[in-house]
């Protein structure tokens, strides 16, 4: 076994400790995927209340991508110049208080398409500096060793929270009143930003930024780091191509399962569920893939099973089929995003993890859009089969992306780029 999967292998068997700061950012993380999971799903069912607009409901949805490629950099370049854990509870206290009055005027009868755009675009805003600051905040909450445990066990807590609680709870409270799921969304993030002030750490440590130093140059800083790195420059360029292949899955699953299947809204429920549930053991098995292969051969296997799972999805007529392959492409897309978020955390250096992650994050997600068109072309053109054969496609060519990586010394970090060792009190 090489030095670096012998390290790898030894990182597998650390984890976090649940009691003390981890603990903390893990509930907030996940009650906030809880709320995230209600207001996702209450959002377009009150916007089909308001027009039956189709172009003006997806609007409501297209907000949620939109900030990502505007302010997503500069999201990245604020939180490498803060204090990450006041910027992350700021954030949720501004997005606790526009949610809170959101359903306010929701409850008064004041809901319109144009304020359901501004809060979506609003919300998603203020998450670029959140999810970018979070990232860069979670190795001075754990050891190194720990960093891959502990994503698995954030990733898990928010599929559970958003897949299998969230959603089935918004018909609950919806028969409240159409202002009930924004207002439990809005006291989740109000608590979640109560969880991470209440944690107590040093910033990591941080270069004196040159005299003169810009915005627009620390975001450059940013995009050089992570392209020079050929590892990483690797995974987002898989990344970015298996999002293009995801937007044209996710837009028309809903077509496959009721059109080409005939499963109706049962079918589609069960789909999503085992997509869910695959997605959980993923999280589960992560750990001894991971010590047998190393991250970057897992990402690999990752990305590979996923062509046979979609091969599956797009050539048998059957539910049955449909369910196991989701579940498999669940499982194995735990994998992806927990080892390539890990191998982002290890390989950047600690003053410029933002902006790293906001390189990374803005231009993986550009091409999510882009595949939702080409998805709904497909699906027009050649029936409602296509489009995950168009996703497998454009996996294979994510696979072939990461093949240069795979002999990289993913698990090293020169000394003077690692995260100071230090912990957290409770």
Request: glycine letters at 14%; aromatic letters at 8%; a positive charge.
């Given at each position: 076994m090489t030095t670096v999967r012998a390290a790898e292998a030894a990182e597998t068997g650390a984890t976090p400790?649940?009691?003390?700061?981890?603990?903390?950012?893990?509930?907030?993380?996940?009650?906030?995927?809880?709320?995230?999971?209600?207001?996702t799903a209450a959002l377009p069912l009150l916007a089909a209340t308001l027009t039956a607009d189709p172009l003006l409901i997806a609007s409501v949805t297209a907000c949620g991508y939109l900030p990502w490629l505007v302010f997503g950099l500069l999201g990245g370049a604020v939180a490498d110049r803060v204090d990450q854990r006041r910027a992350m509870w700021t954030v949720d206290?501004?997005?606790?208080?526009?949610?809170?009055?959101?359903?306010?005027?929701?409850?008064?009868?004041?809901?319109?398409i144009a304020l359901l755009i501004a809060l979506a675009f609003a919300l998603t805003t203020l998450q670029t500096l959140f999810d970018n600051a979070a990232t860069a905040l979670l190795p001075a909450l754990v050891d190194r060793v720990a960093l891959g445990s502990a994503n698995a066990r954030l990733m898990t807590g928010q599929r559970i929270a958003g897949g299998l609680l969230g959603g089935p709870a918004v018909p609950l409270l919806l028969a409240a009143g159409a202002a009930a799921?924004?207002?439990v969304d809005a006291v989740t993030f109000l608590?979640?930003?109560?969880?991470?002030?209440?944690?107590?750490?040093?910033?990591?440590?941080?270069?004196?930024?040159?005299?003169g130093s810009t915005l627009r140059r620390e975001i450059a800083d940013g995009l050089r780091t992570l392209t020079r790195d050929r590892a990483l420059r690797a995974l987002c360029a898989a990344t970015a191509l298996c999002n293009v292949g995801?937007?044209?899955?996710?837009?028309?699953l809903v077509v496959l399962v009721t059109g080409r299947l005939h499963a109706g809204p049962g079918g589609y429920a069960a789909a999503t569920t085992a997509?869910?549930?695959?997605?959980?053991?993923?999280?589960?098995?992560?750990?001894?893939i991971v010590a047998g292969l190393g991250r970057i051969r897992a990402v690999l296997l990752a990305g590979t099973v996923q062509i046979a799972a979609l091969l599956v999805m797009g050539s048998v007529p059957s539910l049955v089929a449909l369910v196991a392959a989701l579940a498999v492409f669940g499982l194995m897309g735990m994998v992806w995003n927990v080892n390539t978020t890990t191998l982002m955390q290890q390989r950047s250096p600690a003053d410029m993890l933002g902006?790293?992650?906001?390189?990374?994050?803005?231009?993986?997600?550009?091409?999510?859009?882009?595949?939702?068109?080409l998805g709904g072309v497909v699906a027009t053109a050649w029936g409602p089969g296509t489009p995950p054969l168009l996703t497998a496609a454009f996996f294979v060519l994510s696979v072939i992306a990461l093949l240069p990586a795979r002999r990289q010394h993913a698990g090293v970090v020169a000394p003077e780029q690692q995260v100071p060792p230090h912990r957290t009190t409770a």
């Open positions: 400790a649940w009691r003390g700061a981890f603990g903390r950012l893990w509930s907030a993380a996940v009650l906030s995927s809880f709320g995230d999971a209600l207001r206290a501004v997005r606790g208080l526009l949610v809170g009055g959101f359903a306010v005027a929701v409850a008064l009868g004041h809901a319109s799921p924004f207002a608590v979640a930003a109560a969880l991470v002030a209440s944690l107590r750490t040093s910033a990591p440590g941080r270069n004196p930024r040159p005299a995801m937007g044209a899955l996710i837009a028309t997509y869910t549930i695959g997605s959980l053991a993923g999280g589960a098995v992560n750990r001894r902006r790293v992650s906001a390189a990374f994050r803005t231009l993986a997600v550009a091409g999510a859009p882009v595949g939702a068109l």
